[in-house]
């Protein structure tokens, strides 16, 4: 066993190699940007940046619409990537088709797909039309608190495929053999899929919901596309705010940020792996 891990280690060295520069030594390497004053001499100021930054109005704002997006973002990918991934696995082999055209989005280049989107919510757009013929009033999708709706579908649509690929994957696993005795003894489908296929994919289900988290901690690439660089109140994101900060050269509120924000996604995700182990240890 030795022996084969050693065989292995040249060829993750080049990898591994990569990622300690790239990542590793800028992500230390920028704590003391976060330390010190921007000055010519760049003077050791402690946490005096932090200070500063947590009280920027713009910070504030940026974090807590980054917290409330994630918020409806992460919880519906996963509900939704979970029923559509069961409903797909009941259609074997039927839905082929289906199985296979949900990456489709991740063929598409974003600037085809922002084009779309602007068009289907643009005040003479299609989403309006369908809301007149129905008797409602056109909305001004892409401005004010309205614009949030276009950014978490144009998320949900971006990054669903990848996550029920991990669901069907796990799907496949469990034995059919499990849905029979359900069937027989009178479970539902939504029984089904509560009590029988979730319990049994709690590992790739916690991987899809870690997923989930990261992705919607990253939806900035959405709220550019539609906003731009200061979208309007409702929009804007921590990303947003680090994003002005870099283009003006303000390393330090950049860093401070960013350090800031990493600090509450690693308590959150320390939170979420304790939660998976106790999880597990009930099930067991």
């Known amino acids: 066993m030795y022996k084969k891990k050693s065989l292995v280690l040249p060829f993750l060295l080049p990898g591994l190699a990569g990622i300690l520069l790239f990542y590793v030594a800028p992500f230390f390497g920028g704590i003391w940007y976060s330390l010190t004053d921007g000055s010519y001499e760049n003077a050791f100021v402690g946490f005096q940046n932090y200070l500063n930054v947590w009280q920027n109005p713009m910070f504030q704002l940026g974090l807590k619409n980054t917290m409330e997006l994630s918020l409806i973002c992460s919880p519906s990918l996963f509900l939704l ?15 082929a088709f289906f199985r296979n055209s949900v990456l489709l989005p991740y063929l598409m ?66 034995p059919e053999s499990l849905y029979e005795y359900a069937t027989l003894e009178g479970a539902s489908f939504p ?85 998976q182990r106790r999880a597990q240890r009930g099930l067991t």
């Open 81 to 95: 990537s979970f029923v559509l991934s069961v409903l797909l696995n009941r259609m074997r082999p039927a839905g």
């Open 191 to 275: 029984r089904q899929a509560f009590s029988i296929t979730l319990p049994l994919i709690v590992p790739s289900a916690f991987l899809v919901f870690i997923l989930c988290w990261v992705n919607a901690f990253r939806i900035f690439k959405e709220v550019y596309f539609i906003g731009g660089a200061y979208p309007d109140e409702p929009l804007y994101t921590l990303q947003n705010y680090m994003n002005n900060m870099y283009g003006k050269l303000n390393y330090q509120n950049v860093t401070t940020a960013a350090y800031s924000f990493a600090v509450l996604v690693f308590a959150l995700f320390g939170l979420l792996f304790w939660m």
């Open 109 to 174: 280049p974003s600037s085809a797909v922002l084009i779309i989107w602007l068009l289907w919510f643009d005040y003479g757009g299609p989403v309006n039309r369908i809301l007149t013929l129905l008797g409602q009033g056109r909305v001004f999708w892409l401005q004010g608190q309205e614009l949030r709706l276009p950014v978490v579908l144009l998320f949900l649509w971006k990054n669903l495929g990848f996550c029920v690929v991990i669901f069907l994957a796990a799907l496949q696993a469990i």
